[in-house]
Each structure stands twice: as C-alpha cells, then as structure tokens.
C-alpha cells in the first residue's frame, strides 16, 4: 500500500467514525423518542439524525485535515 493509499484510508477511516459519532448524537438527543411519542414525525428525527451524521463526518475531516498539517509542520 502506497502513502497516497494509506492517507486516503485514514481520511476514510475518520470520516466513517465522525459519521458514527454524529448519528450517535443526533438519536440521543431524544429525537426517537419524541418521535415515538408523535411530537415529531419519522422522517423529521431521521433527518436529524442524517444532518447529525454529515455533521460529524465533517468534523471528523476537518480533525484529521488539522492532524496532517501538524504532521507535515513536524516533518519540515
């Protein structure tokens, strides 16, 4: 495996655990369970939810663009 292979892979790898994590925050904010109740509808809470993981995919992106330039700084 290349380096180009394995920084992609880590970019990769980063933004599926920030996907995980934002989906994890977005259902426990109650979301589902207002949902269960009817005060918002399903497609609402999932929405939510989806927003809460493209939140956290570009966060976990945007975490690990700020590690390689630290790591490039490192380097030079």
Known sequence: M???EKEKAKAT???G???G???AGG???GV???AAQGVVTGLSAGLVIGLGAVAGAAL???GY???RSIKKKRKS
Do not use: K, Q
Request: charged letters at 10%; hydrophobic letters at 55%; glycine letters at 16%.
């Open 21 to 23: 994590v934002g989906t």
């Open 32 to 34: 589902l369970e207002l």
């Open 65 to 67: 663009g700020v590690y």
């Open 2 to 4: 290349t380096e180009e």
């Open 13 to 15: 790898a980063a933004a």
């Open 27 to 29: 259902a426990s904010l």
């Open 60 to 62: 976990g992106l945007a």
């Open 17 to 19: 655990v920030g996907a």
